[in-house]
């Protein structure tokens, strides 16, 4: 099994700063993409940046030229940067990655695995 860790939530003021960070586990072959979702009280889970193992990004227009996502592959971590941090950035922030992972009837599988979230608040 594959397990995803975040770090790096908290409150923060309208303007600043944070870096989450989620770190893979387990039994993993490769890892192909990593992202960041959040889900705000009352709405749907959203993707706000994923990052292939080729580097290729993809970002919520929300959040382009403020948020910057990277990941570190030899450590199987992704991060993601965000700055200029507005009220409505407020949410659970959780980590996806998808790729290949040991096991299965031919020796590996697919896997996809999600974090157990972190809190952003951004608040004055």
């Known amino acids: 099994q594959v397990q995803l860790v975040e770090s790096g939530g908290g409150l923060v003021q309208p303007g600043g700063s944070l870096r989450l960070s989620c770190a893979a586990s387990?039994?993993?072959?490769?890892?192909?993409?990593m992202g960041w979702y959040r889900q705000a009280p009352g709405k749907q889970r959203e993707l706000v940046a994923a990052?292939?193992?080729?580097?290729?990004?993809n970002y919520a227009d929300s959040v382009k030229d403020r948020f910057t996502i990277f990941r570190d592959s030899a450590k199987n971590t992704v991060y993601l940067h965000m700055t200029s941090l507005k009220p409505n950035d407020t949410a659970v922030y959780y980590c996806?990655?998808?790729?290949?992972?040991?096991?299965?009837?031919?020796?590996?599988?697919?896997?996809?695995?999600w974090g157990q979230g972190t809190q952003v608040t951004v608040s004055s």
């Open positions: 996806n990655a998808e790729g290949l992972r040991l096991g299965g009837d031919w020796g590996f599988s697919a896997f996809g695995s």
């Open positions: 990052i292939t193992s080729g580097g290729s990004t």
């Open positions: 387990g039994s993993i072959v490769s890892i192909y993409t």
